[in-house]
């Protein structure tokens, strides 16, 4: 299965980005994906997740009410919406997926496939 992530770039404070993870997989619908990001210094960290199947949603404090996943299961793509970016967002930013029920999503090493990462920059 490969990932490709795209949609990063260099914003300014409050702006908003859209990532997209392409996913070639035929059973994408099955499939768990996540969104983690990690800056300069620190440890991989989960961002968002939506569920196989059902599609529900989850996300990290920081970013909920600012950051929206979806799926495109049509177009075996998923999206993470970035509003009213800050400066804490700068990372590179990576999908993940893989066979992950629910208790396991905010874990990185719980994911088998991963994309390449793209850069997200907010200046102030």
């Known amino acids: 299965v490969q990932l490709q992530a795209s949609g990063g770039g260099l914003v300014q404070a409050g702006d908003s980005l859209r990532l997209s993870c392409a996913i070639s997989d035929r059973s994408f619908s099955g499939y768990t994906v996540g969104w983690f990001r990690q800056a300069p210094g620190k440890e991989r960290e989960f961002v968002a997740a939506?569920?196989?199947?059902?599609?529900?949603?989850y996300y990290e404090d920081s970013v909920k009410g600012r950051f929206t996943i979806s799926r495109d299961n049509a177009k075996k793509t998923v999206y993470l919406q970035m509003n009213s970016l800050k400066p804490d967002d700068t990372a590179v930013y990576y999908c993940?997926?893989?066979?992950?029920?629910?208790?396991?999503?905010?874990?990185?090493?719980?994911?088998?496939?991963w994309g390449q990462g793209t850069q997200v920059t907010v200046s102030s």
């Open positions: 939506v569920m196989r199947s059902a599609g529900r949603t």
């Open positions: 993940a997926g893989g066979n992950v029920i629910l208790s396991s999503i905010y874990s990185p090493d719980n994911y088998n496939d």
